[in-house]
Each structure stands twice: as C-alpha cells, then as structure tokens.
C-alpha cells in the first residue's frame, strides 16, 4: 500500500518566469494567478515550457525549480528504492528507532494487501508476537525487548515521510518506474502524480 496526504505544489509562476531569463523575454510571459493562489498556464509560456522539455534535461531547468511537498506512507522495501533519489529531493520520517515502542503494534500498521492467506496468517503471528515484545520492553526498559523490535521488524512496516522533490525528479521518476513490478509505483505513484498541476504537460510530456 502507499497513500499521499498534503500534497503542495510551490513556486510555478516563478520558475516560468526564470525559464524567459535566457532571451529576456519576460513582457511575453501570458501565465497568470488566478484568486485562490493556482497557477494557470498561458499558451505562450506552456509553448516554451514543452520546447525546453524536448530540448533536454539541460535546457527545462524551471522543471528543477518546481517543487512538490506531500506526506507519503508507504512500507520501508518500497522507501529502499525511493532513496535512489537523493538529487533535488530532502525527506523528514517519523522515527522507527525512538517511537516504534510508542503505540501497540497492529497489523494496521504493515503493508498485507498482497498477501496469501497464509502468509497473513502468518503476519499476524508475528505482529502478535512483537506486540509481546513490546509490552515486555515497556514494562522493563531493558534494551535487548528493544532490540528484537527492531531487528524482527517485517519490511512491510509502513513509515510515514515528508518529502519535498521537484518536477523533473518526478519526471526521471515517471520514465524509469513505469513498468516496475511493484504496484506502489506501477499505480499508486504513478496516479499520485497525474492529479499534480499539469502533470501530462510537463511531468508525462512525451517528446
């Protein structure tokens, strides 16, 4: 499973406007703010936005100066391969190591969807028996409890991140983990960023 909550996009208008710096073309610049604070693209500036698109990665800088924030929950094997995206991106996660004894721990809180029958059950043995353990590390602070939580923890344990990337991270994302075998990016990211502010125009933009 993967869900995203908060979602802003930041800072359009401006990178539009630094993508005419080259030609000082400024005065041709046909975007504008609507009331309520969205962005809303002119035919002139979406001309230039495609055209630096297709010229490459050198020429759509304004892509790197667009900048998406949004609260992602997803299991940690999924967030392993996130971390292949170090460039233009910055992530803040709650902490497995200082709060994984802080509620109890559920079979809500791991990803299952996927699971055969038997394997859930025997998930929730094992979420059962973790639960056990820290119920024990509770009760006695002693840190080997804390220990087994950790090193025992299923790779489906959800962790939730704030994460702040830009559209073209989110472009090098669209292309290469289209057809990955995981459905976490197959489709939940993959919708995620087509509900985005002219995401086909400029995320999805095909040359």
């Not at 892509?63 to 299991?75: G, L």
């Not at 902490?95 to 025997?122: C, G, N, Q, V």
């Not at 290469?176 to 939940?188: I, T």
Request: overall charge negative.
């Amino acid at each position: 499973m993967i869900t995203f909550e908060n979602t802003t996009v930041m800072n359009m208008k401006n990178a539009m406007l630094g993508a005419r710096n080259p030609m000082n073309s400024w005065d041709r610049s046909d975007s504008k703010e609507l009331p309520d604070g969205t962005f809303q693209f002119g035919p002139k500036d979406m001309d230039l936005a495609k055209r630096l698109i297709k010229s490459g990665s050198d020429h759509r800088k304004f892509m790197r100066q667009i900048f998406v924030s949004v609260n992602i929950t997803a299991p940690l094997y999924w967030w392993k391969e996130y971390d292949t995206y170090k460039v233009a991106t910055t992530a803040n996660s709650t902490s497995t190591m200082h709060k994984i004894h802080a509620k109890p721990i559920e079979l809500s809180d791991f990803s299952h969807d996927h699971l055969t029958e038997e394997s859930e059950r025997y998930l929730s043995a094992i979420v059962e028996y973790l639960e056990s353990v820290r119920q024990r590390y509770m009760a006695t602070k002693d840190k080997p409890y804390w220990y087994d939580l950790i090193q025992l923890l299923p790779e489906s344990y959800n962790q939730m991140r704030t994460c702040t990337l830009s559209y073209e991270t989110l472009r090098n994302i669209a292309h290469s983990r289209a057809g990955h075998k995981l459905d976490e990016w197959r489709v939940g990211f993959m919708d995620w960023m087509h509900t985005l502010p002219y995401a086909d125009d400029l995320i999805f933009y095909e040359n």
